[in-house]
């Protein structure tokens, strides 16, 4: 069984398109969450999303914006795709901890985009 | 700026040595901390969690965590070959506006040498 999933897993379009990508979590988690990973390999938070709010780095730009229809699905949608926004996204979900106590977080398998 | 710093390596180790890889995170308050491994072209895997100073154990798998100096550390014993991956520290980070966010360094690369 996987426990995170995403949808697709490469994703090749032209500059300007609007895309998704989908993600699902069959872990019961309560808190969702998008990574980019650049071409120089590093990880670095986009969203975090639980049912009680959503959590927004300063840097992602607002063409980013995360959709989640129910607990277990975040969806990411993308307009206007710049050449930049080449890389690999990763979704992942946790399960929130006690007070000043946080969980793992388990990544799904993620979507390597590519624009043209 | 909060900051999660490894050395990127790459790091080599004959089969069978101990692989140690070091971490330092720049918010004092961190209490959440964790070791994933990455291997190229796939997700980040999950190998340790640690929350408390001092040692835990899992496997060959051994995470050190020192609040007072802002370290934590990952041993690998009886390398393999199979262990070769990108090691990427994460650490639970103030971000400000009362949210904490998951921040990882840069990885580590290790090989494993045969």
């Known amino acids: 069984d996987t426990a995170v999933s995403q949808t697709p897993k490469y994703l090749v379009t032209q500059m300007g398109n609007d895309k998704s990508i989908k993600c699902e979590q069959n872990?019961?988690?309560?808190?969702m969450y998008w990574y980019k990973q650049d071409s120089k390999k590093f990880l670095k938070i986009m969203f975090s999303?639980?049912?009680?709010?959503?959590?927004i780095n300063e840097t992602v730009p607002n063409r980013f914006s995360p959709k989640s229809p129910d607990k277990a699905h975040l969806n990411l949608h993308i307009n206007s795709l710049e050449l930049g926004d080449s890389a690999v996204y990763f979704c992942?979900?946790?399960?929130?901890?006690?007070?000043?106590?946080?969980?793992?977080?388990?990544f799904g398998p993620g979507t390597r985009l590519t624009v043209l | 700026q909060k900051e999660v710093e490894q050395n990127s390596g790459p790091l080599s180790v004959p089969e069978g040595a101990i692989a140690s890889l070091n971490c330092t995170y720049s918010?004092?308050?961190?209490?959440?901390f964790f070791w994933y491994r990455q291997y190229s072209g796939k997700s980040p895997e999950l190998i340790m969690s640690?929350?408390?100073?001092g040692d835990k154990e899992d496997g060959r798998f051994t995470a050190q965590l020192n609040k007072a100096s802002q370290y934590v550390s990952l041993l690998i014993r009886d390398s393999q070959p199979s262990d070769s991956a990108t090691y990427l520290c994460?650490?639970?980070?103030?971000?400000?506006?009362?949210?904490?966010?998951?921040?990882f360094g840069k990885g580590t690369k290790l090989s494993v040498i045969p």
């Open positions: 992942a979900s946790s399960q929130e901890g006690a007070a000043g106590v946080y969980n793992e977080q388990f």
């Open positions: 994460a650490v639970i980070l103030y971000s400000g506006a009362g949210s904490y966010q998951l921040t």
């Open positions: 872990l019961g988690h309560d808190t």
């Open positions: 918010d004092r308050g961190s209490q959440s």
């Open positions: 640690i929350y408390s100073n």
């Open positions: 999303y639980n049912n009680k709010e959503l959590i």
